[in-house]
């Protein structure tokens, strides 16, 4: 019997993995948060634009409207659907640009040292000891608001966690033999640090993305709280709770949706991510 409980998995040459109920949770929550931003416009029931001015501020429970309605009757589930796609685009391009400056500026400093690394090293100390927010808001304040400009700006947060992981990780790998070995047999540094050095120290670069991922999310909500983020007739997580507030003694629905969205999606990433680092550290089996 136990045999056949587990032909399933054998069959097709898997094992199913045992998850912690809260690394599932975490799982389920962010998968169904991708699903939710891909196909958004197949999901809202209204355009998240729409009015329905003869249902201002209705409560959530409405079979039209099952998470109430706004101050000008726009249906909430239909704004959070779009909102979330919006915040995860953002989280998404802001992250991979933030990876992919931080990783390029540590494999140069990690290669021609000296000068460079000096210069690299320097730049990340002023990025690590600069208030991001208050940069972020003379930046908006002063070009305006656009979605380019926002996923650009919000790619620059973090990027020295990364320049300083993959300096580290590459100096150690270069001194190894198989960086080595690879380099006499005459190997461009391109290729040397993209096809040997990159692949080995990637798990570490996924971890900080997974801990870098919510700390864009909030910042960006922040940014739009404050007016200065993503700008109507789009809409953001960030953007809900900032018009939410005003409406929080009558229709304290507008503003916890979207909280709640903020929690729970910052809070399931950080877990993988902890969960990710556990896993991918072999210090830590």
């Known amino acids: 019997m136990a045999d056949l409980a587990t032909a399933p998995t054998r069959r097709f040459g898997?094992?199913?993995?045992?998850?912690?109920?809260?690394?599932?949770?975490?799982?389920?929550?962010?998968?169904?948060?991708?699903?939710?931003?891909?196909?958004?416009?197949?999901?809202?029931?209204?355009?998240?634009?729409?009015?329905?001015?003869?249902?201002?501020?209705a409560a959530p429970g409405e079979p039209t409207?099952?998470?109430?309605?706004?101050?000008?009757?726009?249906?909430?589930?239909?704004?959070?659907?779009?909102?979330?796609?919006?915040?995860?685009l953002i989280a998404f391009g802001a992250t991979l640009i933030s990876a992919l400056i931080g990783t390029t500026l540590g494999f140069l400093a990690a290669h021609f040292r000296g000068l460079v690394e000096q210069v690299v090293l320097m730049l990340a100390d002023f990025q690590a000891s600069m208030p991001f927010l208050i940069m972020a808001l003379s930046v908006l304040a002063f070009f305006g608001n656009s979605l380019p400009l926002l996923i650009g700006l919000m790619g620059l947060y973090g990027w020295e966690r990364y320049a300083r992981i993959a300096r580290g990780l590459a100096i150690s790998a270069g001194s190894q033999g198989y960086a080595g070995a690879v380099r006499q047999l005459g190997a461009s540094p391109s290729r040397i640090y993209g096809r040997h050095i990159l692949?080995?120290?990637?798990?570490?670069?996924?971890?900080?993305?997974?801990?870098?991922?919510?700390?864009?999310?909030?910042?960006?909500?922040?940014?739009?709280?404050?007016?200065?983020?993503?700008?109507?007739?789009?809409?953001?997580?960030?953007?809900?709770?900032?018009?939410?507030?005003?409406?929080?003694?009558?229709?304290?629905?507008?503003?916890?949706?979207?909280?709640?969205?903020?929690?729970?999606?910052t809070l399931a990433v950080s877990i993988l991510g902890d969960w990710l680092r556990d896993r991918l550290d072999p210090t830590l089996r």
């Open 65 to 88: 409207h099952l998470l109430g309605t706004d101050e000008l009757g726009r249906d909430v589930l239909s704004r959070l659907v779009a909102s979330i796609r919006i915040s995860l």
């Open 199 to 265: 692949p080995n120290i990637a798990s570490t670069l996924i971890v900080s993305m997974t801990l870098v991922f919510p700390e864009v999310i909030l910042m960006e909500s922040g940014l739009s709280f404050l007016g200065l983020g993503v700008q109507p007739p789009m809409t953001s997580l960030g953007n809900m709770v900032g018009y939410g507030r005003d409406y929080l003694t009558r229709a304290p629905w507008i503003m916890l949706s979207p909280s709640a969205t903020i929690v729970l999606t």
């Open 14 to 57: 898997f094992a199913l993995p045992k998850l912690p109920p809260a690394i599932a949770l975490a799982l389920v929550w962010v998968i169904a948060m991708i699903v939710i931003a891909v196909f958004a416009d197949g999901i809202a029931p209204h355009g998240f634009t729409a009015l329905d001015l003869k249902h201002r501020l």
